[in-house]
């Protein structure tokens, strides 16, 4: 199986140029590609997986890929996707971020390999951009390119039809074009990939290499991912999915992955993980109740790759933990909030916070001592109890959590804005805050 062929059966496939050639090429002996990343952030988050993912199966291929930090061309930003202008980072904050990058990038692609061929390059154009002359550049790049073509690319016309376009940001293709030469010359890179709404600057770098550098180089892009409701992919509630595990903790993105949409759990078993082609097909003829196991083994997949085996563990013994709390939670609980009799937890659940065996892993496990309930008080406002917990940003978002009635402690709805935690609303010191149906955050009481 080529790696087009890979490609083309997990969705990392929307156009190509030249496609015939691409292939005759490919089959002479291992080709080089690069993606570029401009370092807007000290983190990759989940919708750079498809990118990242690509590169992952190049080399697993037997070719060898490029990933291009572009702390140089950060330093205008892609205008592409935006509305308006990017915010301008200083060098020292891309050099920063590029950091961070750089140390994600290194769990996901092999600098190593044994084989130059398929030995993974990390590249950063700030190396040959910043240190550019100008005038030189405008009269070496510059006349390749033509400014009627350029203005029909829809990145620029839907900037000039809404916002308006920057200078600087009309210079963005220019530098990603040059970046390709760039790359060809240093390494002998022959194809540039990347998202499709990066279609217009690739093709303007191809043309580019073959100007300059009388060479044939290509062009490959993947499909815009979204959820099946819509949604831009990686974007919760609470914000972006970070593979940095600071950002977002290996259970929280565990979490993220075992609650996605049951339609999106075949397509992202072929995207995200790295399982044969045959077992994912055999997990997504999984369906109804059973599509749980394939979205555990997305879930778990996807979490070995970014945060490593060992975490990956331990959010899975954490999620199982807490779906059983949250069971037994809900049964000692009668319909009016009334606890039942409590049956005695197992030996080594007795002292108030002696889980950490059953709950290792789950980072959102959050001790309230009694010295920090309000001064001279015998209970914590939930509202306060929320904001503290990281349910909520503010008690006035946390009321209108509750009055909306997306609030359950222990089990059962809480509707009282006024509603108060004593000791004795937990169960061996053990408490279930859930806000909606996907967050849930194990509280203890520490006396």
Known sequence: MSVWDVFRARGFFQQVTEPEDLARVAAAGPLTAYIGFDPTADSFHVGHLIPLMSLVHFQRQGHRPIALLGAGTAMIGDPTGKNEMRRMLTTEELDRNALGLQAQLARLLDFDAGDPARRAILANNADWLRGLHYIDFLRTVGPHFSVNR???????????????????????????????????????????????????????????????????????????????????????????????????????????????????????????????????????????????QAKAVLAFETTKLVHGEEEAKKAERGAGAIRGLGARLERLSSPTGQSRPETPLAPHLQPSFASPILFEGLENIEGIPKTQWPQGAESIPLPRLLVHSGMASSTSQARRLIEQGSVLWNGTKISDVHFDVTPGSFHNGLGLVEVGKKKKHLITFMP
């Open 150 to 292: 350029m203005l029909t690319f829809e990145t620029f016309r839907t900037r000039l039809d809404g916002a308006g376009l920057s200078f600087i940001e009309f210079n963005y293709p220019l530098l990603q074009s040059y970046d390709f030469l760039e790359l060809h010359r240093r390494y002998g890179c022959t194809l540039q990939m990347g998202g499709d709404d990066q279609w217009a600057n690739i093709i303007s770098g191809v043309d580019l290499v073959r100007r300059m550098a009388r060479a044939q180089v290509f062009g490959w892009t993947f499909p815009l991912l979204t959820t099946a409701s819509g949604a831009k992919m990686g974007k919760t509630e609470q914000g972006a999915v970070w593979l940095d595990p600071d950002k977002t903790s290996p259970y929280d993105y565990y979490q993220y992955w075992i609650n996605v949409d049951d339609r999106d759990v075949a397509r992202f078993l072929r995207l995200f993980t790295l399982l044969p082609l045959d077992q994912v097909a055999e997990l997504s003829r999984l369906q109804h109740a059973d599509i749980r």
